[in-house]
Nanobody, 127 residues
Framework: QVQLVESGGGSVQTGGSLRLSCTAS????????IGWFRQAPGKEREFVAR???????????YYRNSVKGRFTLSRDDGKNTVYLQMNSLKSEDTAVYYC?????????????????WGQGTQVTVSS
């Protein structure tokens, strides 16, 4: 069983920054893919970024095009925590952000591949 807790959401103005945290309990997640997804009001949940497991031979991070260059993933395995640094925030980044774990090792961007989900944290960007 993996439990995930997100934190760090809040309200910022356009161009501002936030850092989201996703902390896992139960098992170390170095061998899992950690994904970030978001869901805006009235829209379907979408992939944002993912951190591949240490067994992955390709790029260890991957981002959706709209956040590339603005969002950055990092991790602290000693704290079982993955961070999503979000800079130059735009109004269209407003959403509930979720972290999730994919235990398969496939490093997927598909929501259905993820087994465990956090409760979500609200990010609101206003002008």
């Amino acid at each position: 069983q993996v439990q995930l807790v997100e934190s760090g959401g809040g309200s910022v103005q356009t161009g501002g920054s936030l850092r989201l945290s996703c902390t896992a309990s139960g098992r170390t997640f170095s061998y899992y893919t950690i994904g970030w997804f978001r869901q805006a009001p009235g829209k379907e949940r979408e992939f944002v970024a993912r951190f591949a497991p240490i067994t992955w031979s390709g790029d260890n991070t991957y981002y959706r095009n709209s956040v590339k260059g603005r969002f950055t993933l990092s991790r602290d395995d000693g704290k079982n925590t993955v961070y999503l640094q979000m800079n130059s925030l735009k109004s269209e980044d407003t959403a509930v952000y979720y972290c999730a774990v994919d235990r398969s090792g496939r490093s997927s961007t598909l929501e259905r591949s993820y087994d465990y989900w956090g409760q979500g944290t609200q990010v609101t960007v206003s002008s």
